[in-house]
């Protein structure tokens, strides 16, 4: 849904498509899964402001990577870090993270500020960050970036990171933050769009907008690694996050319960 609730962090070309195939095809579609509560809302709302009516999307959220079908690896770094991962474009707000990580830096000086490791490849309209972050000499080295983690690389990045931050403008799930959690490790996150149901409460939450916001709750983990271990503590012991088999197997139920069920009206015509 984001290219056509949030036009201005998406290409030209994927804005045009994507309205297109939401207009068309979507409304025909006799059944609907979303990743998230949020993101069925997102998809029933803006088809309603356009006089489109669907049945209800049947929310079917992601699996997750358990640790312990990861072997511990080797740490990449020899020195501590945060981490960060996604494709680095507008909306994953590693501008941000660029400004609060320059900030810390003044304040805590080299010695006793953690590397900010974004791993994920470069994608659209970040020709301008990428510019700034090599001019900047990746503030002297306490910002690293790693473009082309393989599967075992990103299991040892979160499981030896200090915790991860995930500070995106909007996500219609929030991936990173389910895999964080999956590996023991807190996650520092945005509260913005499914984030937080992908979070629960095994995150600190901030405003992605304000740079205040996310500098408290990283200042507060950084000075205060105590929490950030009961955190971890809680999160190992009890968050369980669903499997991809359970995921396959509640689409294959739907799927199953659809087919026996009486037809549906036609909610693509008519309003509810």
Not at 128 to 151: C, F, M, T, V, W
Not at 160 to 168: D, E, G, R, T, Y
Not at 235 to 256: K, M, N, Q, V
């Amino acid at each position: 849904m984001i290219p056509a609730l949030f036009p201005e962090w998406c290409t030209a070309a994927m804005v045009r498509s994507f309205a297109a195939w939401l207009q068309g095809p979507v409304p025909q579609a006799d059944l609907m899964f979303a990743v998230s509560r949020n993101t069925a809302h997102d998809l029933s709302g803006w088809l309603a402001a356009r006089g489109q009516f669907i049945a209800p999307p049947v929310v079917l959220p992601p699996g997750g990577i358990f640790r312990h079908a990861a072997p511990e690896a080797p740490p990449l770094l020899a020195e501590p870090y945060v981490l960060m991962v996604g494709t680095i474009e507008a909306r994953k707000n590693h501008a941000a993270m660029l400004r609060v990580w320059r900030r810390l830096l003044s304040e805590h000086g080299p010695g006793d500020l953690p590397v900010l490791v974004f791993a994920g490849k470069p994608g659209w309209l970040t020709t301008d960050l990428l510019q700034q972050l090599e001019n900047a000499d990746y503030l002297g080295g306490k910002i690293r970036h790693i473009p082309g983690a393989s599967d075992a690389e990103l299991a040892s990045l979160y499981q030896h990171c200090l915790f991860s931050v995930f500070p995106s403008l909007y996500e219609g799930w929030g991936l990173p933050v389910t895999e964080s959690l999956s590996f023991g490790q807190p996650a520092a996150a945005a509260c913005r769009g499914a984030i937080p149901e992908a979070g629960g409460a095994f995150c600190a939450y901030f405003d992605p907008d304000d740079i205040s916001s996310i500098h408290g709750v990283i200042t507060q983990w950084l000075n205060h690694p105590e929490e950030v271990a009961a955190l971890r503590a809680r999160i190992r012991a009890h968050f369980t996050p669903p499997s991809w088999t359970s995921t396959a197997a509640a689409l294959l139920d739907t799927l199953a319960a659809r087919a026996t069920a009486p037809a549906a009206p036609d909610f693509a015509l008519s309003a509810p």
